[in-house]
């Protein structure tokens, strides 16, 4: 048997998409291999639930955040399991139960960001130590990962894939509501949450109105929720540019591929990204980007190339980058073809279900 554990996976969140991702490669490579796959998810409503990821139908049991019933489906499940896929650092420390309960399983653990930048507390730093192997979708991670006390012997960089025809996703985002015809369009795609406020979305905002000054005909479209949403309003309203800045909430993923689309520069000037799965999806469209000079960022967006990095609250070269990108279309179609044959060519869902499928079969024979 393949098993999965996973955090979340009906959620949205780059995390929680990876995970779905990940999930996706288990059951292929189960079918192919005429093995029984289970995937279990502590967080999410306590049934089994259909996930569809392009062709493929996927069943998740979830467990409503029980941690011990969720535990205890797991560690019944461990006679009968070759292989598993621990799909978050927190969950590490059941991995390792897994493995001293049946020591002949294999276990992958998947990290992603910032919960591995900061040291992890000793049980988790031994179920990586004591994994088969541990997945970063960006050097920087990996490199943060190897850092950790008991650390891990195998850590292998594995970037994150678009979903399954992201770049061809339909859908209508009602640009005639957000702004005339005429007008360029900014877009940030984000979580408005206060405890992330190292996305720079603040940042963005102080940065707008010398964008405006500018290039006066540029609007700002801000995708995502959260409890920070009203401070950044207010925000908005204090530098006299609420007139001109979108605030559209949540959205579906067909119609979040409409504002990409609808788009003229992809903004989001963050502090701590693992990875920054946003700007491949803008550059899926062709979009240039505008990202932060930390963490993952700068193993996406290649500056000067597909778009441009500045430094965490650098409000005076978020604007410049921003202004020089909305002043030419030619730059404009240049960094965003650039970024879409990048996308073409590393960061599509084949790419991560390739290196994925690799790695989980090391040392595993040719048939089941």
């Not at 779905?20 to 093995?35: G, I, K, M, P």
Request: glycine residues 10%.
């Amino acid at each position: 048997m393949l098993l999965g554990l996973f955090t979340e996976l009906l959620t949205p969140g780059g995390i929680q998409r990876v995970g779905r991702h990940a999930a996706a490669v288990l059951s292929t490579l189960a079918s192919d291999r005429d093995l029984p796959c289970r995937l279990l998810s502590l967080n999410d409503q306590p049934r089994a639930q259909r996930i569809a990821l392009g062709e493929l139908s996927l069943t998740v049991e979830g467990f409503g955040r029980d941690k011990m019933r969720f535990a205890r489906a797991a560690l019944a499940l461990t006679p009968h399991t070759r292989v598993a896929y621990v799909g978050h650092p927190n969950l590490a420390t059941l991995g390792l139960l897994l493995r001293l309960a049946h020591p002949t399983l294999r276990y992958w653990v998947a990290t992603h960001g910032l919960e591995v930048w900061v040291p992890l507390p000793i049980t988790r730093c031994v179920g990586l130590r004591l994994a088969r192997g541990v997945t970063a979708p960006s050097r920087f991670t990996a490199d943060a990962v190897r850092r950790q006390r008991f650390r891990p012997r195998n850590v292998q960089v594995v970037p994150w894939g678009l979903e399954p025809g992201f770049g061809h996703a339909a859908g209508l985002c009602g640009r005639e509501a957000l702004a005339p015809a005429s007008a360029l369009l900014l877009l940030a795609v984000t979580r408005l949450e206060a405890t992330e406020r190292y996305k720079g979305v603040d940042t963005l905002i102080r940065a707008f109105p010398a964008v405006l000054r500018a290039v006066p005909r540029t609007y700002l479209v801000i995708v995502g929720d959260g409890n920070d949403r009203p401070w950044l309003q207010r925000l908005a309203q204090e530098r006299g540019v609420a007139d001109r800045v979108r605030f559209v909430g949540s959205v579906q993923d067909g119609e979040l591929a409409s504002y990409y689309r609808a788009c003229d520069v992809f903004v989001m000037p963050s502090q701590k990204e693992g990875f920054g799965l946003v700007f491949l999806e803008a550059a899926a469209f062709g979009k240039p980007v505008v990202g932060g000079n930390h963490g993952g960022t700068p193993e996406i967006v290649q500056d000067g190339v597909t778009g441009f990095l500045v430094e965490h609250g650098d409000i005076g070269a978020l604007a410049d980058r921003v202004i020089c990108l909305l002043q030419s279309s030619e730059l404009r179609a240049r960094m965003g073809e650039a970024g879409r044959q990048r996308v073409e060519e590393n960061y599509l869902f084949r790419h991560f279900s390739g290196r994925l499928t690799h790695l989980l079969l090391e040392g595993e024979p040719c048939a089941s």
